[in-house]
């Protein structure tokens, strides 16, 4: 599917391109177009070998780098199986603070921009091992941020503890299969707590404790619930931000930028693009019935 000129359109939409250059103009681009920010992912999930380890954090070292030469407003999303969890978990911290280390001193004494290295939050046995890397990370004065997934249990209790820390967390509904003993299971019940989950982000303890909100979610309801519960307890737009992604309801995306809202685009690149299509694809029949006709063609 990844060859076929039939699936390009689904490239074009929801990829930014092969390369760590492109994947950086594009963020280039919608900062000074639109006043959007990015986070970048290099893809390549669940990787296996060495080699591809290497392939992955030397894409997010390049992007990194990037941060000299331009003024950008990004984060650069990591999955811990991409920096080798799935070979060896210590690799993982090894990896981790190069990349980190090497945004810290990319940013230097520049204070515009929330330029940080995004934890992206995987399937459930990797909860612990991230939230772990995470905290380590910061706890040494890195620029890091976690993502923490409302369908399961356990959220609330980690995202109190995050705030108690005053860290930045990004909220996502959660994208993996998860069984009952842990997650919420009907789309009610994730977007109750998801509810539940933003108005702790967006309190007043949580303003205080300097916690940096990131509402990640294409759901307009919760967009307003967040803006609500900002309006109530003083969090001044800009203090907290809505993430979306590349191709998903962009004009959510500008319209809430428009209104004064921070907003950000989680930007994929690299040559991995299928899976991430596919999932996509999967969320939008309008799509499948586009790759139905291409491929009938
Ligand atoms: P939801 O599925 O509830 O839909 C809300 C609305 O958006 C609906 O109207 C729907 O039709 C529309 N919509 C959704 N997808 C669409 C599409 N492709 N095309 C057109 N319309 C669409 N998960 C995870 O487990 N770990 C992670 O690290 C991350 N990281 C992450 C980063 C960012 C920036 C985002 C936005 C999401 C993630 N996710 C994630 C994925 C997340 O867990 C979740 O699966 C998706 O965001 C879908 O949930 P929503 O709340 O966005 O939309």
């Not at 650069?76 to 210590?90: E, K, L, M, N």
């Not at 737009?237 to 191709?247: A, H, I």
Request: hydrophobic share 40%; proline share 3%.
């Amino acid at each position: 599917m990844q060859t076929s000129r039939a699936t390009s359109f689904l490239r074009g939409k929801y990829v930014a391109g092969e390369s760590e250059a492109q994947g950086v103009e594009r963020a280039l681009t919608l900062l000074q177009d639109c006043g959007i920010r990015s986070s970048l992912f290099y893809m390549g999930e669940y990787v296996d070998t060495l080699d591809l380890v290497a392939q992955n954090v030397e894409n997010k070292v390049k992007v990194a780098e990037a941060l000299r030469d331009h003024a950008l407003d990004i984060h650069i999303s990591v999955d811990p199986t991409q920096i080798g969890h799935h070979i060896d978990p210590a690799l993982v911290e090894d990896r981790a603070y190069r990349i980190a280390r090497t945004i810290k001193d990319a940013i230097g004494n520049k204070t515009d921009g929330v330029n940080c290295l995004m934890f992206d939050m995987e399937d459930a046995s990797l909860n612990d091992p991230t939230i772990a890397i995470h905290n380590k990370l910061q706890n040494e004065g890195f620029p890091v941020a976690l993502t923490l997934q409302a369908y399961l249990y356990r959220t609330e209790a980690d995202l109190a503890a995050q705030i108690a820390r005053g860290s930045r967390v990004r909220l996502v509904k959660g994208a993996f299969a998860a069984g009952s003993e842990l997650a919420f299971q009907s789309t009610n019940e994730i977007k109750d707590n998801s509810r539940k989950l933003i108005a702790m982000m967006l309190s007043q303890e949580a303003r205080e404790a300097g916690f940096y909100p990131i509402i990640a979610t294409h759901d307009t309801r919760l967009h307003d619930f967040a803006i609500a519960q900002a309006r109530r307890n003083g969090w001044k737009p800009g203090s907290y931000e809505f993430e979306m992604l590349l191709g998903v309801r962009e004009d959510v995306a500008k319209r809430l930028s428009e209104n004064g809202e921070r907003v950000r685009l989680y930007v994929p690149f690299g040559r991995d693009w299928w899976p991430h299509a596919a999932r996509r694809l999967g969320e939008n029949p309008a799509n499948a019935v586009l790759l139905a006709r291409s491929l009938a063609s």
